[in-house]
């Protein structure tokens, strides 16, 4: 009686097995290694909200009353350029962030709203805000500042939310 009860068992587990160790089997396949962001050179730095002040010279207690839950920052060396990647809670968050530094005017730029300068881009796509700032005494290089932006945007539609 023990033994027909316990053939099914026996059965199910050589059936599992047989599947974990079966060389034909499909592998799932890989993640990409974390903090790789496609297309873009390796940051310089993600940090949550509550290490903001490490990249943000006094504006961290601003950027977390409007929901900034983490901040990603990348160099570029043509146009030397800074790129900051703030991932909000909200769309509103990140809309009243892009509205106070950057104004209520638009620009044609990436995102789902943009301005750009020739001195800096500013996008929201969804509940994040980039920034790309040329660094001080750079020519002006606005359309490969904006190549930039378009980059950050793509990979960032590339990786998904974060």
């Given at each position: 009686m023990a033994a027909a009860l316990a053939a099914p068992l026996v059965a199910l587990t050589a059936w599992l097995i047989h599947g974990a160790v079966d060389p034909r089997a499909p592998s799932p396949r890989p993640a990409g290694p974390a903090g790789v962001w496609p297309g873009l050179p390796q940051h310089r730095a993600d940090l949550p909200a509550d290490r903001l002040e490490e990249q943000v010279d006094g504006a961290a207690a601003a950027l977390r009353a409007d929901g900034c839950r983490r901040l990603v920052a990348w160099r570029f060396e043509?146009?030397?350029?800074?790129?900051?990647?703030?991932?909000?809670?909200?769309?509103?968050?990140?809309?009243?962030?892009?509205?106070?530094?950057?104004?209520?005017?638009?620009?044609?730029?990436?995102?789902?709203?943009?301005?750009?300068?020739?001195?800096?881009?500013?996008?929201?796509?969804?509940?994040?805000?980039?920034?790309?700032?040329?660094?001080?005494?750079?020519?002006?290089?606005?359309?490969?500042?904006?190549?930039?932006?378009r980059e950050v945007d793509h990979a960032l539609q590339e990786r998904g939310p974060s």
């Open positions: 043509r146009p030397p350029a800074d790129a900051e990647a703030l991932f909000f809670a909200t769309v509103e968050g990140a809309r009243a962030v892009l509205d106070r530094e950057a104004g209520k005017e638009r620009t044609p730029g990436p995102g789902d709203e943009a301005q750009a300068s020739p001195q800096a881009v500013y996008f929201r796509r969804g509940s994040v805000l980039v920034r790309v700032f040329l660094d001080p005494g750079a020519p002006p290089s606005p359309e490969d500042l904006l190549g930039r932006a």
